[in-house]
């Protein structure tokens, strides 16, 4: 996850494709200049968690589908994708949504 130099924010690659029932570990490097998070999740709840970021912007997450990284940073999510469907991976950071930082995580049946 990085900004571009016109200020696009952004998340390499753009998309992601997994299997229901596969398990991975999604390691999550912040290249840019500013925080940025990762939460997966529905598109519903996600627009609900940004609502309530816009809120408490400086609110901590401690949720197995998040990760929160300052410039540089790495982390990871050990992550099992149980059910099929449509999904989306995001920064609900204020105004990064906004700026580009989501994509669609999908989830096939196998």
Request: charged share 25%; net charge negative.
């Amino acid at each position: 996850m990085r900004e571009t130099d016109e200020g696009t924010m952004i998340f390499e690659p753009a998309e992601l494709s997994f299997v229901d029932g596969e398990t991975v570990r999604l390691v999550i490097t912040n290249a840019g200049e500013l925080d940025h998070e990762f939460v997966m999740d529905t598109v519903e709840a996600n627009a609900e968690h940004k609502e309530l970021m816009a809120r408490f912007p400086e609110m901590e997450h401690d949720d197995p589908n998040a990760v929160r990284l300052q410039p540089g940073e790495t982390g990871e999510i050990l992550w099992t994708f149980e059910n099929a469907g449509q999904y989306e991976f995001a920064c609900l950071m204020l105004g990064h949504y906004e700026s580009g930082m989501h994509g669609p995580l999908n989830v096939t049946k196998s």
